[in-house]
């Protein structure tokens, strides 16, 4: 499993038990990230490039952020999406 962050080319590790966000800052990259992983802030949002099909279901609070923001289909929050295979991914917020 791995995250292909497209702004700087990193292939990074990921787990299904860890959010990205925090497969993220275990690696040094930076995102942003106000609320501490509670989907309160949305500053952590990415792009799906590709790979979704990998990824978490979506949960309320996180859809209720990403409304709020007026994201579209392809936005995530770093803090509450996992993923179980390769995903290409932008960052928002550096």
Do not use: W
């Given at each position: ?26 690696e040094g990259v ?19 490039v590709s790979g ?9 609070r996180e859809r ?31």
């Amino acid at each position: 499993m791995a995250l292909i962050v497209l702004s700087d080319g990193r292939r990074i590790a990921a787990s299904p038990a860890v959010s990205i966000l925090n497969c993220l800052l275990r690696e040094g990259v930076r995102i942003r990230h106000v609320c501490g992983g509670k989907a309160e802030c949305g500053t952590c949002m990415i792009r799906i490039v590709s790979g979704s099909e990998f990824l978490s279901p979506m949960q309320s609070r996180e859809r209720e952020r990403l409304e709020a923001k007026q994201a579209g289909p392809e936005m995530r929050l770093a803090c509450q999406t996992y993923t179980r295979g390769e995903v290409e991914i932008e960052i928002q917020n550096i």
